[in-house]
């Protein structure tokens, strides 16, 4: 899976993980205020995509409660299903 390659390189999954962290940290804003529609959906299928390619997932799993009541995106898992 080139999300599980994407999280393992040095550079990147690092990269993800930071930018994850800073979102977590913003208080008082949900998904769409901070990204604005539709890319706060476009987050809420990465957070569910990178979640299920890693058990190192704590800070995904972190966004998808703070963010999307932990709800992950079912278009993601269907697409994963099928892959």
């Known amino acids: ?3 599980k390659a ?3 390189h ?3 999954g690092q990269r993800l993980r ?3 962290q ?3 940290n913003v208080d008082g804003r949900s998904a769409e205020e901070i990204f604005g529609y539709p890319d706060n ?3 809420r299928s990465c957070l569910t995509l990178f979640m299920t390619a890693t058990t ?3 800070v995904f799993k972190d966004a998808l409660l703070k ?3 932990g709800k992950p995106d079912t278009v993601t898992f269907d697409i994963l299903a099928h892959h």
């Open 18 to 20: 930071e930018c994850t």
């Open 41 to 43: 959906l476009k987050f």
């Open 67 to 69: 963010y999307f009541d």
């Open 22 to 24: 800073i979102i977590l």
């Open 1 to 3: 899976m080139q999300a």
């Open 6 to 8: 994407y999280l393992q």
């Open 10 to 12: 040095p550079i990147l």
């Open 56 to 58: 190192d997932n704590k």
